[in-house]
């Protein structure tokens, strides 16, 4: 109703489609969780660069927005990918959500792609999740990826990272975190063929 109300030209017409878009992705996601599908349901070629523009964009005009926090992209010229869009989806969602949670006002968190790293004779693409906070604390990434471990206090179930982990094992890629006091990097490889 409101894409009709402001009509085709209005600006807000591609936040609009975007917040279509992430609507559908959490209903699968939902509905995933009633009746587990297989894992290469959601494949399809995917424009990596496109997908990290966009969900970019909305966390740049809301969390990162109230939070007072910077969100640059550094893209490499990635060509199409073959994978889950909705599981990158999360996945780019879970880090840029825990990156906004852990910096203070005027933070900067920079999203970059890269392809063509070589692993054990497979290509990958890379996205690169990297913030200036604090860092995370040693006893806390002895167990990075298991569930109820966070660092955020309360209201906050620690379960991001370890959904995080599941979805890079489904999709056959690999997640890499380097952290100390002058910021947290997350590397995702993810799987070019």
């Known amino acids: 109703m409101l894409r009709i109300k402001l009509g085709d030209q209005h600006q807000a017409q591609a936040d609009l489609e975007l917040i279509k878009q992430e609507i559908d992705r959490v209903g699968t996601i939902l509905l995933r ?4 599908e297989s894992t290469s349901a959601g494949n399809g070629d995917i424009a990596l660069n496109k997908l990290v523009t966009d969900i970019a964009r909305i966390f740049q005009q809301s ?3 109230t939070h007072q926090i910077t969100l640059e992209l550094d893209l490499g010229d990635v060509p199409p990918l073959r994978s889950n869009v ?13 990156a906004v949670e852990a910096l203070p006002p005027n933070g900067r968190i920079t999203l970059g792609t890269d392809s063509g790293v070589m692993v054990n004779g497979r290509i990958f693409a890379v996205i690169n999740v990297a913030d200036n906070g604090p860092g995370i604390p040693e006893t806390v990434m002895r167990q990075l990826f298991s569930p109820v471990i966070s660092n955020k206090g309360a209201g906050h179930s620690g379960l991001g990272l370890s ?3 599941k979805l890079m094992d489904e999709i056959g ?4 975190c380097k952290s100390n006091r002058n910021g947290t990097q997350f590397q995702l490889l993810i799987p070019m063929e």
């Open 163 to 165: 959904i995080t982990k």
């Open 173 to 176: 890629g690999s997640i890499v």
């Open 63 to 65: 969390l990162c927005a």
């Open 33 to 36: 969780l009633r009746e587990p």
């Open 86 to 98: 909705t599981h990158l989806q999360q996945i780019l969602t879970n880090l840029l959500k825990n």
